[in-house]
């Protein structure tokens, strides 16, 4: 049974920095491609950024480039999101997802596997 388990959210202020972990069992994902995906109310799910797990290779979305860093430790099955200089448009429920292939890794629609979400609060 696959599981994707985040954690780490929190009430921050602008300009300062969260870590969220998603931490992943139940299957291989060598092969496969992380993304983070975030969702505030009244609004579409929307593309954070992913990672393919073999290669590293890291995609962003325009809004977050240069604040937010992903990564992942294989040996813990963990991908990580560091988000810095955060700013109150960063607020929403912040998910983990998984896919097997990088292609269309902006679309929430193709992704196999997600976690519960986990609560981001920028506050000005």
């Known amino acids: 049974q696959v599981q994707l388990v985040e954690s780490g959210g929190g009430s921050v202020q602008a300009g300062g920095s969260l870590r969220l972990s998603c931490a992943a069992s139940g299957r291989t994902f060598s092969t496969y491609v992380m993304g983070w995906f975030r969702q505030a109310p009244r609004k579409e799910r929307e593309f954070v950024a992913a990672c393919s797990w073999s290669s590293g290779n890291a995609y962003y979305a325009d809004s977050v480039k240069g604040r937010f860093t992903i990564s992942r430790d294989n040996a813990s099955n963990t991908v990580y999101l560091q988000m810095n200089s955060l700013k109150p448009e960063d607020t929403a429920v912040y998910y983990c997802?998984?896919?097997?292939?990088?292609?269309?890794?902006?679309?929430?629609?193709?992704?196999?596997?997600w976690g519960q979400g986990t609560q981001v609060t920028v506050s000005s």
């Open positions: 997802a998984a896919k097997p292939f990088v292609s269309n890794y902006r679309d929430y629609a193709q992704y196999d596997y």
